[in-house]
Every structure is written in C-alpha cells, then in structure tokens.
C-alpha cells in the first residue's frame, strides 16, 4: 500500500538553528500539506500546497517557516531559526484530489525538539 | 481555538460492544467531517466522513452520524474490536473544501477484552 514517508523520525535542534524536515508524499497525489502536533494539543493545520506554490496557510505559518518540492518527489518543511514552541510532531500529508474528495494521508511524522 | 471539540479525553468499552465517540462544532462554515485514527508513533489515518447533505454514512462496523441543527456528529463502532483501541480525532473542512483541516483534541479509545 502507497505510503507517505518522512525524514528524520526525531530531530533535536539548539534554539536558532534551521531545520528541515523532509516528506515523500505518494506518487500520483498532487496536493501536499504540513500539519503539527504539540505536547498535549490538537494537530493543527500549517500549510497546503498546489502546483508549485502554497495554497493556504495558517497563522502559524509566519516568515520562519518554508516549504519547498525541490525535485519531483520530496516536499520540505524548513524552520529558518528555530525556537522552543517550534517542539512538537510534524505530520506530513497528501491527498490525490482536494475537496471532499481528497482523503488525507499523512506520514507518521517528524517529531523535532529545540532545547 | 475551539472550533472542534471533543469532550471526553477517554472512553473504555468492552469487546463485542458499541463505542460511540462524540464532536461538537461551532462554525457553520463547516460542510465535510472526517474521523481519523491514530496509533502511538504513526500518523492519522482516515476512517470514514460524512458531507453536511447527509446524516449517516456507514462503512463496515464504523458509522458517523451528523446532527446539523446541533452542530453535533458522532462515530459508533460496533462491535468494538481489541485493535480499535487508539486515539480518534474528529476534524471538519470548510465549504471551500481547501483540506484545512481543524481538528478536536482526541478521544483514547481502550476496548477491554
């Protein structure tokens, strides 16, 4: 069964440094997203992405964050300067269509920890 | 934020019976529900949803039921089996279907043998 896959599974980070956070979504699906989980808290929707460019983003997602496909087959999450809040699971996901027809599936996620 | 709620942190049910998993939501805005599933150390994984011109959508032992007027749905699984036990997040789409998901807090699901 097609998954979607991400890379580091943990990564721990000093407080400033950048971290980027990788993701193979499945491969006929056009439409990619980040999510994340803090400690004890809701997912919460970060960023969505289409052809190329976001297509929505949360109040989260402020200047720091980034998202790129750099190839044909990676989507990256990148956090310039990273700081202690930034601690959580980053989930992944990919759907093949958006609306209400797109079930999302996620990766098992990236859980970051800045100290 | 409290736009999807799920109030009950836990439930506990025995095997063979029915586990009935509640959400509340406040923004009208609101027209497709997902439930998802989720085991420690995986990520979400799609159950089952329901669009708002419905009120039942049914897929093997798992049911959703939406209650527009209460801005109410709930999952029933019957019979709960062992490997249900995970925690279930309730989530809602808005009418412009853009998959921005907001999700409520989780309820841990444990099926007692």
């Known amino acids: 069964e097609p998954e979607v896959t991400q890379t580091p599974s943990h990564q721990v980070t000093q407080m400033g440094q950048e971290v980027i956070l990788r993701c193979v979504p499945i491969?006929?699906?056009?439409?990619f997203y980040w999510y994340r989980q803090i400690l004890g808290q809701k997912v919460e929707f970060l960023v969505s992405?289409?052809?190329?460019?976001?297509?929505?983003k949360s109040e989260i997602f402020d200047d720091q964050f980034s998202v790129e496909r750099p190839d044909g087959s990676n989507f990256t999450l990148k956090i310039r300067s990273t700081k202690l809040e930034d601690s959580a699971m980053y989930f992944c996901?990919?759907?093949?269509?958006?609306?209400?027809?797109?079930?999302?599936?996620f990766g098992e996620g990236s859980r970051l920890t800045v100290l | 934020d409290q736009q999807v709620k799920q109030n009950s942190p836990s439930l506990s049910v025995q095997e063979g019976r029915i586990s009935i998993l509640n959400c509340d939501y406040t923004?009208?805005?609101?027209?497709?529900f997902l439930w998802y599933k989720k085991y420690p150390a995986e990520g979400p994984t799609f159950l089952i949803s329901i669009s708002s011109i419905k009120d039942k959508n049914e897929d093997g032992r798992f049911t959703v039921f939406l209650n527009k007027s209460a801005k109410h749905l709930s999952l029933h699984i019957v019979p709960s089996q062992p490997g249900d036990s995970a925690v279930y997040f309730c989530a809602a789409d808005d009418i412009q279907g853009a998959q921005k998901l907001v999700f409520g807090q989780g309820t841990r699901l444990t099926i007692n043998p």
């Open positions: 992405f289409y052809n190329n460019e976001i297509s929505e």
């Open positions: 491969s006929n699906h056009l439409y």
């Open positions: 996901a990919s759907s093949e269509a958006t609306g209400n027809t797109g079930e999302l599936f």
């Open positions: 923004n009208s805005m609101f027209d497709y």
